[in-house]
């Protein structure tokens, strides 16, 4: 459905790569009539957003210069389009130019994952997820910040379950959750005077890209040689474990719907959670049972069949 032009919103995406949420969200939000700008790192990678009318920008979130050409690009579509006599609609004023830049939503989705034991991890890998998932996050809204506050706008926080399950293999990834879901509680505090709503969405699973790469091939996240975790090669590399009890995955579109008709409501909960296996997050996250959880993941990740090495092997292993 077509938002009536008093009610077209503007929205920046991050994070709009095919095959995600972002790509979902932007096409959700842009057939509903609302004006999507939809970042990424890589142009090519959201042509098919470009196809279908939406607006894709070049935007790395870890990256200062690359935000603000990013910023600088939002304003001057919103100057194109009140010169050309387009409307912007919800703007207060008529003023043209840069008083009517405004963005209504923004929403924090860009991020990455790293699956790999943490004795074994790459700490510039360890950098890049917590720069991409928490500082690049923050580093965005506050360029953006005084187009929020024009439109008393709303920024949403895409987080995960795994702030609350904290499943192996994903130190960093699981970190940069938890520190997100931290930072959204903050922000809502702090902004909500300045007249900007804050939406921190745990986010469940949903069937995207980040899911790729298993059958053996998962690129550069392979154990190195020797290994401590030898035992759970296969678990780690293929990711089995991230199917594991049976999870019915949501799919991009199905999640992009209900998340877009939750943020386009007047009112939103602090905190949403959507997707499949949310709601056990939620429980979770009330009562926190953390011996059940560690007793369940040693199970599905086969952690007991991982033994301490010698100690012989510990002096080798420090020594490379």
């Not at 194109?80 to 004023?93: C, F, K, N």
């Not at 999870?247 to 499949?276: C, I």
């Amino acid at each position: 459905m077509v938002a009536a032009t008093a009610e077209r919103k503007i929205v920046l995406i991050t994070g709009c790569s095919a095959g995600g949420i972002g790509s979902a969200l932007a096409l959700e939000f842009h057939a509903r009539g609302h004006l999507v700008f939809a970042t990424g790192r890589t142009p090519a990678k959201m042509a098919h957003l470009a196809e279908a009318g939406v607006r894709t920008l070049e935007m790395d979130v870890t990256s200062d210069a690359s935000i603000a050409a990013a910023v600088r690009a939002v304003i001057a579509a919103q100057q194109q389009e009140t010169s050309s006599g387009v409307g912007g609609g919800g703007g207060g004023g008529g003023d043209k130019g840069a008083a009517r830049a405004r963005l209504d939503v923004l929403v924090n989705n860009a991020g990455v994952t790293y699956i790999m034991p943490f004795a074994d991890a790459d700490m510039a890998r360890v950098r890049a997820v917590v720069d991409t998932n928490v500082t690049g996050v923050l580093a965005v809204t506050h360029a953006l910040l005084p187009l929020l506050v024009a439109a008393r706008g709303l920024v949403a926080t895409v987080g995960s379950v795994n702030q609350v399950f904290n499943p192996p293999f994903q130190v960093p990834y699981n970190a940069s959750k938890a520190a997100l879901a931290a930072a959204a509680d903050t922000l809502r505090v702090e902004l909500a005077p300045l007249g900007v709503r804050v939406v921190h969405i745990v986010t469940g699973a949903v069937a995207t890209t980040l899911m790729e790469h298993k059958g053996g091939a998962a690129g550069p996240d392979l154990l190195p040689p020797g290994s401590w975790y030898e035992a759970v090669r296969d678990v780690v590399e293929k990711r089995t474990f991230l199917e594991a009890g049976g999870v019915k995955f949501t799919t991009p579109e199905e999640y992009a719907r209900q998340v877009v008709r939750d943020l386009t409501k007047e009112k939103q909960s602090p905190v949403l959670y959507r997707a499949a296996s949310a709601v056990s997050a939620r429980i979770l996250s009330m009562f926190m049972w953390h011996g059940m959880l560690d007793s369940m993941f040693r199970r599905v990740t086969k952690l007991n069949a991982v033994t301490p090495p010698d100690p012989a092997a510990i002096s080798t292993r420090q020594d490379k």
